[in-house]
């Protein structure tokens, strides 16, 4: 489906334009029309009803999910907007994609500690450090 015949999802969530395209699924840069804030959408290609069946599955396993490594599902459903062609989607917060929406990678900050030596032979500890 062209990025210009994808409807508001939902008719809340306003697909932009693609930021990112994998073997399963396209990532968006949309809008969510009744907050008025920007978030991602995940639209994987269609699915036969085993596949379907499957996606509702991961929904409902991702929905569960609460850590504050894991980016949040915001919501989730099929797109039925073309009968003979239903594709699940993925919403979640537009926190770490790129700003420009160019597709570019960008690193992520995280407010981590020092680095640790993982390098073969390495401590797994802050380089410096004596082992304990």
Do not use: N, W
């Not at 690193?107 to 032979?121: K, Q």
Request: proline share 11%; with cysteine; aromatic share 4%.
């Amino acid at each position: 489906m062209p990025e210009s015949t994808i409807p508001a999802l939902l008719g809340r969530y306003r697909p932009q334009h693609v930021i990112g395209r994998g073997g399963e699924a396209s990532i968006f840069r949309a809008t969510d029309e009744l907050l008025g804030r920007e978030v991602a959408i995940k639209l994987y290609r269609s699915a036969g009803e085993e596949e379907m069946a499957q996606y509702r599955t991961e929904q409902a396993a991702l929905a569960r999910l609460s850590h504050h490594g894991i980016v949040s599902l915001i919501d989730a459903g099929i797109d039925y907007s073309s009968p003979k062609d239903p594709r699940p989607f993925l919403i979640r917060p537009r926190a770490g994609l790129p700003a420009g929406g160019d597709g570019a990678r960008r690193p992520i900050p995280c407010p981590a500690g020092p680095a640790m030596d993982h390098t073969p032979g390495g401590t797994g500890r802050p380089p410096g450090r004596a082992s304990a």
